[in-house]
């Protein structure tokens, strides 16, 4: 299985940005989908964007045109662009992997997760 650590997180002000990176390592990069999940305090955890080794990236529709994926297989790292933010944004957010080309929104269907990174935003 793939290790991922997150970083990037923190706290701004509403309106603000973050670039949230996803670090993996112990295996081949380019065989795994990354995706970005967020879990807010009481609240179920939540698809936010993927992006396959094929190339494919997707954004949940919630979060489009706020919020970019993009990918660096040299690097093995996949990041997470977070512009405008809102105080509705706060939350965990997370990294998780699978082996597999297709892009998944459900959460089970990913076998490897990092810790998470904390962003909070400030009205």
């Known amino acids: 299985q793939v290790q991922l650590v997150e970083s990037g997180g923190g706290l701004v002000q509403a309106g603000g940005s973050l670039r949230l990176s996803c670090a993996a390592s112990?295996?081949?990069?380019?065989?795994?989908?990354v995706a970005w999940f967020r879990q807010a305090p009481g609240k179920e955890r939540e698809f936010v964007a993927a992006?396959?080794?094929?190339?494919?990236?997707y954004v949940g529709d919630s979060m489009k045109g706020r919020f970019a994926i993009s990918r660096d297989n040299a690097k093995n790292t996949v990041y997470l662009q977070t512009n405008t933010l809102k105080p509705e944004d706060t939350a965990v957010y997370y990294c998780a992997a699978r082996s597999s080309v297709r892009i998944v929104i459900l959460s089970r269907f990913y076998d490897s997760w990092g810790q998470g990174t904390q962003v909070t935003v400030s009205p």
């Open positions: 112990g295996s081949t990069f380019n065989n795994y989908t």
């Open positions: 992006a396959s080794w094929s190339g494919q990236l």
